[in-house]
C-alpha cells in the first residue's frame, strides 16, 4: 500500500502517511494483498535455457579470440616478434574477464568477481612494467591498484550484506577514497622523483571529504533525511 500524496510505501496497519502526514486512503477496509510486478525469487533456469546462455557466451568469446589472433598474426609478420599485439590481447583480456567472465557462473556475486577483476588489471600492469623494463610496480601500481581493491569491494560486501546504513558506508567511502589520494600522490613522487609533497592530493581530499561528512550530516539527522526522501522520491 502506498500514500496517495507522496507515494511513500505504508504498512497495513498505519492509517497516516509518516512522511507527509496524509490520511491513508480507506484505512478501515480490508486490503488484499497485491500480485507482486517482479518475481520474488528468480526461477532456475531451464536446461535448453542454460545451453542458449552457454552458446552465445561461447560465441561472444570467439569473438574475442579472433580480433586477438589477427592482430598477433598482422605483429608477427611486419615485425618478426610481439611488438603491440599483446598489449591489444590484454586489454581484450581484461574486458572479457570484467564483463563476460562472470556470466559462466550461476552466481554473480561482485563481491568474489571484483578482486579477479582488480587481480588481472594487476598482472597487466606488472606485464607491462616487466616488457618495458619499468620499476614502478612494486612501489606505485601494486599498492594503488590494492588499495582501490580493498576500499571497493569493502565498499560493495557491506552494502550486499547490511540493509541498513547505506548512507554510513557511502560515507566513508568518500572519505577513505579522499584519504587515498594522499597515499597516491606520495606514492607517484616517490616512484617517479617528482619534487613536491602533495600539491594536488589536497583538492580531491577536500572535495571526498566534504562529500563524506555531508553524507554523515544527512544520515544523521533525520528530518534532513525525510525532507530529501520526499523530493527525490527515493
Known amino acids: 500500500m502506498y500514500c496517495i500524496k507522496c507515494g511513500v510505501e505504508l504498512a497495513d496497519s498505519e492509517a497516516v502517511?509518516?512522511?507527509c502526514h496524509t490520511r491513508v486512503y480507506h484505512p478501515d477496509l480490508e486490503r488484499v494483498p497485491a500480485p507482486k510486478p517482479y518475481p520474488v525469487n528468480a526461477k532456475p533456469l531451464l536446461p535448453d535455457e542454460r545451453k542458449k546462455r552457454h552458446a552465445i557466451l561461447t560465441v561472444?568469446?570467439?569473438l574475442f579470440l579472433v580480433p586477438f589472433l589477427i592482430c598477433f598474426l598482422i605483429d608477427i609478420k611486419a615485425n618478426g616478434r610481439l611488438e603491440w599485439s599483446d598489449y591489444v590481447g590484454l586489454s581484450m583480456a581484461l574486458y572479457y574477464i570484467a564483463v563476460i567472465f562472470p556470466f559462466w557462473f550461476k552466481n554473480r556475486n561482485p563481491v568474489i568477481f571484483l578482486p579477479?577483476?582488480?587481480?588481472a588489471a594487476g598482472g597487466v600492469a606488472l606485464y607491462i612494467n616487466c616488457k618495458t623494463g619499468g620499476h614502478w610496480f612494486l612501489s606505485f601500481a601494486f599498492p594503488v591498484l590494492g588499495g582501490v581493491m580493498l576500499i571497493t569491494v569493502a565498499t560493495v560486501a557491506l552494502c550486499r550484506y547490511l540493509k541498513k546504513g547505506h548512507l554510513f558506508i557511502f560515507a566513508g567511502t568518500f572519505i577513505a577514497f579522499g584519504c587515498f589520494m594522499l597515499l597516491v600522490e606520495f606514492l607517484m613522487n616517490y616512484t617517479f622523483s617528482?619534487?613536491?609533497v602533495f600539491v594536488w592530493a589536497l583538492y580531491p581530499l577536500a572535495a571526498?571529504?566534504?562529500i563524506g561528512v555531508l553524507l554523515f550530516i544527512i544520515a544523521i539527522?533525520?528530518?534532513i533525511r525525510e525532507a530529501l526522501e520526499k523530493l527525490l522520491f527515493f
Open 60 to 62: 561472444l568469446t570467439v
Open 208 to 210: 571526498l571529504c566534504d
Open 17 to 19: 502517511c509518516p512522511l
Open 194 to 196: 617528482i619534487p613536491g
Open 116 to 119: 579477479i577483476d582488480f587481480i
Open 221 to 223: 539527522c533525520r528530518p
